[in-house]
């Protein structure tokens, strides 16, 4: 076993994404996803890697790095994953040992990380580090096939009554400030979400690479909603490669002073409306689950909730952690 720190090169992304889609048995990625989704990486938000090799083959992996939707220098989100064939014989250990001793010299204040609840032996493992549980969120599914709207198309008609439009990006390609406001609406309701930690407003740019050069985002699948020409509401619906019968529901939100009129509603209806008639057969989404506004809706609509992520934090600076908080 030789534990090596070490930057991604092309070459990797394949074993890197059996490794990964070894453990992640029910979120796969591809190779291509991955390198997007390293390319992508703002240049403030650093990474380090490992790789834990047994003869020639990935059996582990491990990276901390800084996140753009909650940015601090010395805050890191950590990955760390040990391939089942390979687990209890102290790779996953031996792995934590070379991560926590590069967030020391980086005088980390704290790494997040979230395992499932249903992961017993990886919460055994964030307990012995001495992490501790700060979140919970649940991912959830909806059967497209079986999807009944009745339960919110009070509410729905109600936003449509109110003047509301729906619209998706590809209906507003004629609006020349079109991805501007969609970023505002975007980060503005994002920052209402529940979070343990802050959120950062991204850049109008890091949005542009996030968003419209995701090779995951479909124009016709992102929609808006228009009191007039104002954006007051935003859900999108994202392909997932790994899953090519799935579409994941991305964030949905509506502006503060334009809640409670059924706009949520809508905008659902019409998202799913669209993954149900495009041939996709399950959408997956996740919810703090203390979001009881988005949790009520999805329930509604009959979402199964699946076992819940659960959110450690290893705090290394106490003070920091606070005055940072
Ligand atoms: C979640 C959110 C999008 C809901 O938007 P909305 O347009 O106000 O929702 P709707 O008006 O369509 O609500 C439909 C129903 O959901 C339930 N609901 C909505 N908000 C609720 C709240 N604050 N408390 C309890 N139930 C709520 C109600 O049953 C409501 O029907 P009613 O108003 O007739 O009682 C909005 O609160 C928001 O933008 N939050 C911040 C962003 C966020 O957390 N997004 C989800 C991230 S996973």
Not at 78 to 103: S, T
Not at 111 to 135: I, N, P
Not at 146 to 168: C, F, V
Request: glycine content about 6%.
């Amino acid at each position: 076993m030789k534990i090596e720190a070490f930057e991604l090169t092309k070459d990797d992304y394949a074993p890197l994404a059996d490794l990964m889609n070894a453990v992640y048995t029910d979120n796969l990625s591809t190779p291509d996803e991955m390198e997007y989704f390293e390319n992508s990486r703002e240049a403030k938000c650093k990474s380090y890697k490992w790789r834990l090799k047994v003869g020639d083959e990935w059996a582990g992996f491990g990276e901390i790095r800084n996140v753009s939707d909650f940015y601090h220098p010395d805050k890191y989100w950590l990955n760390m994953v040990v391939h089942p064939d390979h687990r209890n014989r102290g790779y996953g250990q031996a792995l934590w040992v070379a991560i926590e001793a590069k967030a020391r010299e980086l005088d980390a204040i704290k790494l997040r990380t979230a395992v499932k609840e249903d992961w017993e032996y990886a919460l055994r493992f964030c307990d012995k580090q001495g992490m501790v549980e700060m979140f919970r969120g649940w991912e959830s599914a909806l059967d497209l096939q079986n999807l009944d709207p009745t339960p919110i198309l009070a509410q729905a008609e109600k936003a449509r009554q109110s003047g509301i439009a729906i619209k998706s990006l590809a209906e507003l390609r004629s609006d020349p400030d079109r991805d501007r406001k969609t970023y505002e609406v975007s980060v503005e309701t994002e920052m209402d979400a529940p979070s343990i930690e802050p959120i950062t407003k991204i850049s109008f740019e890091t949005f542009v690479e996030h968003t419209f050069k995701n090779p995951n985002f479909i124009e016709e699948a992102f929609f808006i909603a228009l009191d007039g020409d104002r954006y007051v509401g935003t859900t999108a619906m994202w392909l997932t490669q790994g899953h090519p019968e799935r579409v994941y529901t991305g964030l949905t939100g509506v502006l503060r002073d334009y809640r409670r009129r059924g706009i949520a509603s809508a905008l659902k209806l019409r998202g799913l409306e669209w993954a149900k008639n495009a041939g996709y057969k399950e959408t997956v989404t996740w919810n703090a689950t203390i979001n009881r506004p988005m949790l009520s809706i999805n329930e509604a609509l009959g979402f199964e909730k699946r076992p819940a992520w659960v959110e450690y934090h290893y705090i290394m600076r106490e003070e920091a952690c606070r005055s940072s908080a």
